[in-house]
């Protein structure tokens, strides 16, 4: 089969491979769709993989066409998203059902081979059938979409909100539009010079402040009486930005850190100070949430896209074949042009 695979550090090679071998429990998945994640960018270029030759991709669909046990059989012809996270299933995190924080953690597109590939092996544990009226590339942004849903949650968004988002990324945007659908009141974008605020602006945003244009924290509280917003959300990665969330939220607010820190945080005493004068709640997040339950982050992402709630798939503004993944990684790491979701997808 093709596939683009790691050899080490920037080389990635668009090259035949092996169709993967399933062992007990694994499912083979045609890939039909596979976004490519701001993390791949480092993930290639800069960091690696856990272990070379490994195959990235971690966000995608496709169709299953074979099964390694006689019970998942059934599975053969089903459409599915896939959790990239394959859980140890044994610490602490993972008897409780809280598999975003296991301890002993694989992970397919980084750790093992993902999905940038004509064919992937997947635990059966890992698979979210999609309705027919999802599209593969729907649920190719499951991961993202469920990303956002499990930072907004940790919030404890509740209707009315005033939301602020800083960083109009794929995943910042994915938070506002989840925002919206729990009923924010407001919901109001934050980025600078090198934000595409036309990946928001194109799923109806239009509260969005250019922060090398306007202070950001002056903008957001003339849209909120000059109270701050009820919940702000980082999802940048810097210590100016997280700074930026403490002076943005209101008295007795939420700040959510999503972005994952791009250097060491060194933050203002009187910035620092916000969180204790105010009695600001600071959460984290991490992943997407997976746990057997009907409304886990994944059977949430999927029941809202089949309903028409939200519209992720509005956000891809590029589209490549598998042979062709360089030139959407290219456009993402050059910003040579405005992009939010690069998509590579496969034909029958
Ligand atoms: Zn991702
Ligand atoms: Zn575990």
């Given at each position: 089969m093709k596939a683009n695979v790691?050899?080490?550090?920037?080389?990635l090679r668009y090259e035949d491979i092996p169709v993967p071998d399933l062992k007990s429990g694994e499912l083979l998945l045609k890939v039909r769709a596979c976004g490519i994640c701001g993390s791949d960018i480092p993930r290639i270029f800069?960091?690696?993989?856990?272990?070379?030759?490994t195959v990235p991709g971690h966000e995608f669909s496709g169709e299953i066409v074979d099964a390694f046990d006689a019970e998942n059989k059934s599975l053969i012809g089903k459409r599915a998203a896939v959790f990239p996270l394959i859980p140890c299933m044994e610490c602490e995190s993972c008897r409780r059902g809280v598999y975003e924080t296991c301890r002993r953690y694989n992970y397919l597109g980084s750790r093992c081979d993902g999905a940038f590939a004509e064919y992937v092996a997947v635990p059966a544990w890992n698979v979210a059938p999609i309705p027919d009226n999802v599209s593969f590339e729907q649920a190719a942004m499951c991961e993202p979409v469920s990303v956002a849903l499990h930072a907004l949650r940790r919030s404890n968004v509740s209707i009315g909100d005033v939301v602020a988002v800083f960083g109009p990324g794929t995943i910042g945007t994915l938070i506002a539009i989840w925002a919206r659908a729990c009923g924010a009141s407001k919901v109001l974008l934050v980025g600078n010079s090198t934000s595409n605020f036309d990946a928001p602006r194109s799923v109806g945003f239009d509260l969005m402040c250019n922060s090398d244009e306007k202070d950001p924290i002056e903008w957001i509280m003339e849209q909120t009486n000059g109270n701050g917003a009820d919940i702000a959300v980082e999802a940048v990665g810097f210590a100016g930005t997280f700074g930026s969330c403490l002076l943005a939220a209101r008295t007795g607010g939420t700040v959510v850190a999503v972005g994952n820190p791009h250097g060491d945080y060194l933050l203002p005493r009187d910035t620092y100070w916000q969180i204790l004068r105010k009695q600001l709640t600071v959460h984290g997040t991490w992943n997407s949430g997976f746990d057997r339950s009907d409304k886990n982050d994944w059977f949430s992402a999927i029941a809202a896209m089949s309903a028409g709630q939200i519209h992720p798939e509005k956000l891809i503004t590029h589209r490549f074949g598998l042979s062709e993944m360089n030139k959407g990684l290219d456009i993402m790491r050059t910003a040579s042009e405005p992009c939010c979701k690069v998509m590579i997808t496969m034909e029958d």
């Amino acid at each position: 089969m093709k596939a683009n695979v790691l050899h080490g550090v920037g080389d990635l090679r668009y090259e035949d491979i092996p169709v993967p071998d399933l062992k007990s429990g694994e499912l083979l998945l045609k890939v039909r769709a596979c976004g490519i994640c701001g993390s791949d960018i480092p993930r290639i270029f800069v960091n690696g993989t856990y272990r070379f030759p490994t195959v990235p991709g971690h966000e995608f669909s496709g169709e299953i066409v074979d099964a390694f046990d006689a019970e998942n059989k059934s599975l053969i012809g089903k459409r599915a998203a896939v959790f990239p996270l394959i859980p140890c299933m044994e610490c602490e995190s993972c008897r409780r059902g809280v598999y975003e924080t296991c301890r002993r953690y694989n992970y397919l597109g980084s750790r093992c081979d993902g999905a940038f590939a004509e064919y992937v092996a997947v635990p059966a544990w890992n698979v979210a059938p999609i309705p027919d009226n999802v599209s593969f590339e729907q649920a190719a942004m499951c991961e993202p979409v469920s990303v956002a849903l499990h930072a907004l949650r940790r919030s404890n968004v509740s209707i009315g909100d005033v939301v602020a988002v800083f960083g109009p990324g794929t995943i910042g945007t994915l938070i506002a539009i989840w925002a919206r659908a729990c009923g924010a009141s407001k919901v109001l974008l934050v980025g600078n010079s090198t934000s595409n605020f036309d990946a928001p602006r194109s799923v109806g945003f239009d509260l969005m402040c250019n922060s090398d244009e306007k202070d950001p924290i002056e903008w957001i509280m003339e849209q909120t009486n000059g109270n701050g917003a009820d919940i702000a959300v980082e999802a940048v990665g810097f210590a100016g930005t997280f700074g930026s969330c403490l002076l943005a939220a209101r008295t007795g607010g939420t700040v959510v850190a999503v972005g994952n820190p791009h250097g060491d945080y060194l933050l203002p005493r009187d910035t620092y100070w916000q969180i204790l004068r105010k009695q600001l709640t600071v959460h984290g997040t991490w992943n997407s949430g997976f746990d057997r339950s009907d409304k886990n982050d994944w059977f949430s992402a999927i029941a809202a896209m089949s309903a028409g709630q939200i519209h992720p798939e509005k956000l891809i503004t590029h589209r490549f074949g598998l042979s062709e993944m360089n030139k959407g990684l290219d456009i993402m790491r050059t910003a040579s042009e405005p992009c939010c979701k690069v998509m590579i997808t496969m034909e029958d």
